[in-house]
């Protein structure tokens, strides 16, 4: 699927935090994002994203064309609808809905577990985003890595796996990930034999779970599911060929 309708004079800039723990970036949203990019065969170039300069104070962000847009759900809108690409072209009605069940279950749920295994299990933040804060002056550093930590506690919180202990935690999204997996089977990608627009928030979100970098209960559990681990070294080779990414597979 390639881009047909513009043809701009620059490249979209897509801004995103960097590769990091192990990943083509640290935000399973950047992941999804660039990952739609290649997709579509729109041309890009990546530049270093500060949450507080995207349009909706978050990263990613593109600028295309003067415009800045964020929220990877409508940086995918815009260049499908800009650069006339459908990312689901050819899947039915009844598997579009399928596709958009399976993103918010990877978005609302399995998303708020990564952020919880790196923010508030303590050796997680210690070694992960703690070290976001090491250019900040060293009058006020801990200050603000206190003030963020306790922001991020409040939104897991609220998003619900703040709520519940590791063993609750791990249960459900153990359930979410019986479920992908029984929906992926024996398919190359979760609506058939090409790759859609679901396959890429999967990578982002699966890929963020299983790097080694962070020792987690859900890691091990989803390392329980072959087709999963498979599925997720297959689109890692497939769209980032040349990141050394560690094989989910072996570590099973």
């Not at 513009?6 to 949203?29: E, H, K, R, V």
């Not at 703040?162 to 024996?186: P, Q, T």
């Not at 627009?197 to 091990?220: I, N, Q």
């Not at 769209?239 to 050394?244: V, W």
Request: charged fraction near 20%.
């Amino acid at each position: 699927m390639t881009a047909t309708q513009s043809n701009p004079s620059q490249p979209i800039t897509l801004y995103t935090g960097g590769a990091l723990f192990g990943l083509p970036d640290a935000s399973p949203f950047c992941i999804k994002a660039e990952v739609q990019l290649k997709m579509a065969g729109v041309p890009y170039v990546k530049a270093q994203g500060m949450p507080d300069q995207g349009p909706k104070g978050q990263i990613p962000y593109i600028e295309d064309d003067g415009t800045r847009l964020g929220d990877s759900t409508f940086i995918r809108a815009h260049i499908e609808k800009t650069y006339g690409v459908d990312l689901d072209a050819g899947l039915t009605p009844q598997q579009r809905a399928l596709s958009w069940t399976i993103e918010r279950l990877l978005e609302n749920q399995l998303y708020w577990t990564v952020v919880y295994s790196r923010w508030l299990i303590p050796e997680n933040f210690a070694k992960g985003p703690a070290q976001f804060f090491n250019r900040v002056p060293e009058a006020m550093r801990e200050t603000l890595r206190q003030q963020v930590l306790e922001r991020v506690t409040n939104n897991v919180r609220a998003a619900g796996p703040g709520r519940h202990s590791d063993a609750e935690i791990a249960d459900l999204c153990d359930r979410s990930l019986s479920a992908l997996s029984l929906l992926l089977g024996d398919q190359p990608y979760f609506l058939g034999d090409r790759t859609t627009a679901v396959d890429a928030t999967a990578l982002g979100v699966l890929a963020s779970l299983l790097t080694p970098y962070f020792d987690t209960e859900v890691r091990r559990r989803v390392l329980k599911y072959p087709n999963l681990l498979a599925y997720t070294d297959r689109l890692m080779a497939e769209f980032y060929p040349d990141f050394a990414w560690e094989p989910a597979v072996a570590a099973a």
